[in-house]
């Protein structure tokens, strides 16, 4: 079983729209959580790190639920510029991150 | 620069030869990481440096793999006889504590 794992997607959403996703992360004593976005041919980039009683950056919420090891990430009034491959990432140690293969978003005009 | 500087960006080399890439990470940051990402997958560990020392190697990281980091600041990926399964991405990234890290644009290499 993978460490961590994400619906493929692809998501494709109008302009405005609302979109959310999930993954899952196997190890339970993973203590750190991040969404990072990757766009085509480009190095992945932190959009936010994930906290415990959830959190927002703008259109963006990360929610955490410990309990059932899944990460969320909701964008909210999508724009085109939201395209991209998000990462779902978790950090059991301090030094080492595990990555999903992502989830895609092709925002529409 | 204040960003994770790669080079080369792009190297398309022959099955067999060795390739070398460089890594300078954010000069603050003591911790270095190699990942290697292949088309459709999530990038994946392949070691781990702080400061100097290697502290982890992946089993990804066969015997033809080689990392240093000299001094605690730059940093080098070797690869020894390539093979045409090693052509993917290979990321480097900096951090300090256990934030996200910043990762360079990354090295694509191509073996033919």
């Known amino acids: 079983r993978k460490e961590v794992e994400q619906d493929p997607g692809p998501f494709n959403v109008p302009e405005g729209a609302t979109v959310a996703f999930n993954c899952t992360y196997s190890?339970?004593?993973?203590?750190?959580f991040f969404w990072y976005r990757q766009d085509c041919r480009k190095e992945p980039k932190l959009l936010m790190s994930?906290?415990?009683s959830g959190n927002e950056d703008g259109r963006f919420t990360a929610q955490l639920n410990r309990a059932s090891q899944y990460i969320s990430l909701l964008i909210r009034d999508s724009k085109l510029s939201d395209s991209a491959t998000y990462l779902c990432?978790?950090?059991?140690?301090?030094?080492?991150?595990?990555f999903g293969a992502g989830t895609t978003v092709t925002v529409r005009a | 620069d204040t960003g994770v500087s790669q080079d080369p960006r792009h190297k398309i080399t022959k099955r067999g030869q060795n390739v070398t890439f460089r890594c300078d990470p954010i000069?603050?940051?003591?911790?270095l990481y190699w990942y290697r990402q292949t088309l459709g997958q999530g990038p994946e560990f392949l070691t781990y440096?702080?400061?100097?020392?290697?502290?982890?190697k992946s089993r990804l990281l066969s015997d033809r793999f080689s990392a240093e980091r000299p001094k605690g600041s730059f940093s080098t990926l070797e690869i020894q006889r390539t093979e045409q399964g090693d052509s993917a991405m290979y990321l480097c990234?900096?951090?300090?504590?256990?934030?996200?890290?910043?990762f360079g644009s990354g090295t694509r290499l191509t073996v033919v």
């Open positions: 440096f702080q400061n100097e020392a290697q502290l982890e």
């Open positions: 190890n339970s004593a993973s203590q750190s």
């Open positions: 994930v906290y415990s």
């Open positions: 990432v978790v950090n059991k140690r301090d030094y080492k991150l595990s």
């Open positions: 000069s603050e940051h003591n911790r």
């Open positions: 990234a900096s951090g300090e504590g256990t934030m996200g890290y910043t």
